[in-house]
C-alpha cells in the first residue's frame, strides 16, 4: 500500500527553522522522482522542491533558494527550512508524481 505521510509542521516565528520529513512506504523513494508542494491560504498548491530519480538532482522555487534544503535518505523525503518567512505560511504536500499520490499535508504557519 502506497503511502505518504508528512510531519514536522508547526507555528514558527520569522526568521525561525522547521524540518518537514515525509515517510514513503509502498515503493523505495529513491526510485522514483520526489517533490515537496505547499498551498498557501485562498491560493494555488505551487511546487518547493524536488529531487530527480536519477541523478538525484534537486530543484527548487525561486522564493526558497538559499533557505530551504530537500534531502533523501532511503524512504524519507525532507525538507529543512531556515529563514522563514510569513509568506511561507501553507499547508505543505509531499508528492510522488510517478505514482500519482500525494500524502494528507502538514501545517506551518510564519506569523507576520
Known amino acids: 500500500q502506497v503511502q505518504l505521510v508528512e510531519s514536522g509542521g508547526g507555528l514558527v516565528q520569522p526568521g525561525g527553522s522547521l524540518r518537514l520529513s515525509c515517510a514513503v512506504s509502498?515503493?523505495?523513494?529513491?526510485?522514483?522522482?520526489m517533490s515537496w508542494y505547499r498551498q498557501p491560504p485562498g491560493k494555488e498548491r505551487e511546487l518547493v522542491a524536488s529531487i530527480t530519480r536519477i541523478g538525484g538532482r534537486i530543484h527548487y522555487a525561486d522564493s526558497v533558494k538559499g533557505r530551504f534544503t530537500l534531502s533523501r535518505f532511503g524512504n524519507s523525503v525532507d525538507l529543512q527550512m531556515n529563514d522563514l518567512k510569513p509568506e511561507d505560511t501553507a499547508m505543505y504536500y509531499c508528492?510522488?508524481?510517478?505514482?500519482?499520490?500525494w500524502g494528507q499535508g502538514t501545517q506551518v504557519t510564519v506569523p507576520s
Open positions: 509502498g515503493f523505495t523513494a529513491t526510485d522514483y522522482t
Open positions: 508528492h510522488a508524481p510517478g505514482w500519482g499520490y
